[in-house]
């Protein structure tokens, strides 16, 4: 009774559709999470992700492992998802999207001392309020049962948006953004992000790591971008 009146006077509504939810359906309604379309097993979304890191970087900034849940459109639900994320302060979505992506990490037979995510330059967090990255982090870090570290690297360098620049502009973009923080990295560490493009953000952000003492940097994505 009590929960049928808060749904007649808070109705939930899917924040990327904005239809209402059913009672049980959290944040997302069935139809744009089938719409998300996910990589059709773990192995896809790997080799995708390697591929694009490998593509623009070469072998050697290849990560120790990679899983990635959805193929990525500049337009669609999942890009509204994501953008209610980032932008429109829908940050339980992060934890929603993280417990998937550490679902899909989980099903594999690797181990991790830590999860970090990449980090926001400190001014960019006083303005969103939250890192996004870190809030799918804590999904992953919940579901993996994982610290999440937030002192093994920082974001020193304040960079403008990724979104139009050419992959030799993007890497210059982010080159140096980043530097090992006050904490020493664990040998082996999961580094999460939101959209992967090229992969310039998550591999400086393992150079940094590495900068900081661990050994092995693997990467988790909840997207990855299709080239169109
Ligand atoms: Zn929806």
Known sequence: MIEGLRHILFPEVCVACHRLLDAGDQLLCPDCLAEFNPFPGADAGSSALHRVVREHFGPKAAPAFAWCLYPYRHAGRLHDAMHALK????????????????????SSPCTFDAIVAVPLHPLKKIERSYNQSHKIAEGVAGVLGLPVLEKVVERHRYTGSQTGLTSTARRKNVQDAFRPGKATCPPCVLLVDDVVTTGATMVAAAKALRDSGALSVAFAAVALTEKE
Not at 91 to 100: D, E, N, Q, S, V
């Open 87 to 106: 932008y429109e302060g829908i940050y339980p979505l992060g934890a929603l999207l993280g417990r998937k992506l550490g679902e899909l990490v989980g």
